[in-house]
């Protein structure tokens, strides 16, 4: 008898390819594989800056992007094959997830009903959801960068011995959940950090802009 899990995993992979066989392009990742790879919402900020992640690939296909598109369906291979292809695969380079994003729909259109990892050479065909995660890792990987560059701010000597806010958040890293920060809690703490940054240092008003995030492109890919 099959466990809940594996009957799970195989009701998504039906369902995924249903949808593929079916005339509507499929772009929602699956549950069980946002929930294998991606970080647990709960996970703490340290722990999320050194959460793996597939790495980016040197170059793309050679800029011939309509190798990345295939007419033929996506390969009948199992959930954890899948799942263990896309976490072991590089991304292409984000400037090439953008131009494959962009041309998506029209290659759908066009009879494409699957895509390879052209710039890894490997012959495998994946769902066209597999866009949305490809934009989903590299957008983690991108907070994964900021947060990154905000832990070594805050390591700073000017902050670690002065600041009590800064040693206090720096400690509450290993505790606070890596996605708990809302538009609103961002612009207030952006605001903050901005006056102290230029208490600190006044002349760096004229060398940076400090952006509200409401004016910020925000993805679902990771909903």
């Not at 999320?48 to 369906?73: C, E, K, R």
């Amino acid at each position: 008898m099959l466990s809940d899990t594996t009957q799970e995993l195989s009701v998504t992979l039906e369902d995924a390819q249903t949808t593929t066989e079916s005339n509507e392009m499929p772009v929602v990742v699956p549950q069980a594989i946002k929930a294998k790879i991606f970080p647990p919402e709960r996970l703490s900020l340290d722990s999320f800056i050194n959460f793996p992640l597939p790495s980016y690939a040197s170059a793309g296909s050679n800029g011939d992007l309509t190798q990345y598109f295939v007419t033929l369906p996506p390969d009948l291979t199992t959930m954890t094959a899948i799942m263990d292809a896309l976490q072991t695969l590089p991304l292409p380079p984000p400037s090439v997830i953008k131009q494959l994003s962009s041309q998506a729909a029209s290659a759908w259109q066009n009879g494409s009903r699957s895509l390879v990892y052209a710039h890894a050479n490997d012959p495998r065909r994946f769902a066209f959801w597999v866009l949305s995660f490809w934009r989903g890792v590299s957008e983690l990987r991108t907070n994964q960068t900021g947060w990154r560059a905000a832990q070594r701010f805050l390591s700073q000597p000017a902050f670690h011995h002065d600041d009590s806010e800064a040693i206090a958040f720096t400690a509450h890293m290993s505790t606070l959940p890596w996605n708990w920060l809302n538009n609103s809690h961002l612009n207030v703490m952006l605001g903050v950090m901005y006056d102290k940054i230029k208490a600190i240092d006044p002349a760096v008003e004229l060398r940076y802009k400090v952006q509200n995030t409401f004016f910020c492109a925000h993805s679902s890919y990771l909903r």
